[in-house]
Structures are given as structure tokens and as C-alpha cells.
């Protein structure tokens, strides 16, 4: 499994932009790498993912908006979060899922949008 360490969350205004980054301990090259993220007092939610053949899947509550990307070399996963509204705050959690390997996840980073 590989170690996660999530980074770039931050306050900021309804409307606004902030990007996230993941960082892992291993190689992701094999890995479904995804973003989830929880709400005070609601349960983690699935947010995007990114299959190792590029596949998207992204939740229709952020569709238009987010954005998840990868980038093998660095072993690093990012989301671009646009157009933030005060229903996007929460903490945001990295998360990759090898076959083999199993899944690991990051500790989180806090992504506060005011109204």
C-alpha cells in the first residue's frame, strides 16, 4: 500500500477556485486514485476517480466543476475544484484502490467556502 498525504485546502469564497493535491509514498501507476470527502455531521461521500487507463467518473453533485487528474511520474493526484459553493466544505480525502494491494487513504485536508 502506498502512504497518502493530501494538500491545498483552504478557506475561500463562494465562486472560487482551489486545487488539491495528493501525494504518494509508491507508484499510483496501477491504482484507481479518487477523491472522496465528508461534511460536518454527513457521511464520506465519493466525489471523482481516475482509473489507470484514464477513465473518469465524477459525482453529479461536482459534474462541470471538478476536476480529477493524475500525473504517474510525480506520483501525484490532484483536484481542481471551481466554482466552490458553501455545500462543497468539508474534508477532503485522497484515496487509491490497487487489485492487489488493496486501498489506502490520505488523512484528509479541510476545504472551508463561505457564503
Known amino acids: 500500500q502506498v502512504q497518502l498525504v493530501e494538500s491545498g485546502g483552504g478557506l475561500v469564497q463562494s465562486g472560487g477556485s482551489l486545487r488539491l493535491s495528493c501525494a504518494a509514498s509508491g507508484s499510483i501507476y496501477s491504482c484507481t486514485m479518487a477523491w472522496h470527502r465528508q461534511a460536518p455531521g454527513k457521511q464520506r461521500e465519493f466525489v471523482a476517480s481516475?482509473?489507470?487507463?484514464?477513465?473518469?467518473n465524477v459525482a453529479d453533485s461536482v459534474r462541470g466543476r471538478f476536476a480529477i487528474s493524475t500525473d504517474n511520474a510525480k506520483n501525484m493526484a490532484y483536484l481542481q475544484m471551481n466554482a466552490l459553493k458553501p455545500e462543497d466544505t468539508g474534508t477532503y480525502y485522497c484515496?487509491?484502490?490497487?487489485?492487489?494491494?488493496?486501498?489506502?487513504w490520505g488523512v484528509g485536508t479541510l476545504v472551508t467556502v463561505s457564503s
Open positions: 484515496n487509491a484502490v490497487h487489485h492487489f494491494l488493496g486501498s489506502s
Open positions: 481516475i482509473t489507470s487507463s484514464g477513465r473518469l
